[in-house]
């Protein structure tokens, strides 16, 4: 998975149920992993973890989501901004594989 930048909709729930429709701005970092050694045999070195970082987040009424507000359910947020990610990512691994039959098909007709 490359950089991405993803906006996804949220819905937070207010002192009385009322729901606040939200979007929210993730940019999201892909891990690497351990190299445990290097072509050479000297030591490798550790990886870096997967970062999803809340870009932005405002309610529909154009306000600042609250930090604390963000706190608290900030692993969920990370968690469906991750599952749309990969969303994104694999429509557009179905789109690369179809452009890829039709050019092939095309070439062999000729066209």
Known sequence: MRNLEIEIPWTFHGPDDEEMPAKIRCALTPGTPDV???R??????????A?????EAK?????DVPEAVLDA????????AWEAARDVEDAARERAADDAFELRRDRRMGL
Not at 40 to 49: F, L, Q, T
Not at 59 to 63: D, K, L, R, Y
């Open 36 to 38: 445990r050694y290097l």
């Open 40 to 49: 050479n045999g000297d030591p490798g070195y550790p990886g870096d973890p």
């Open 73 to 80: 359910c900030r692993a969920r947020i990370e968690e469906v």
């Open 59 to 63: 309610f529909a009424s154009g306000e």
């Open 51 to 55: 970062e999803c970082e809340i870009v």
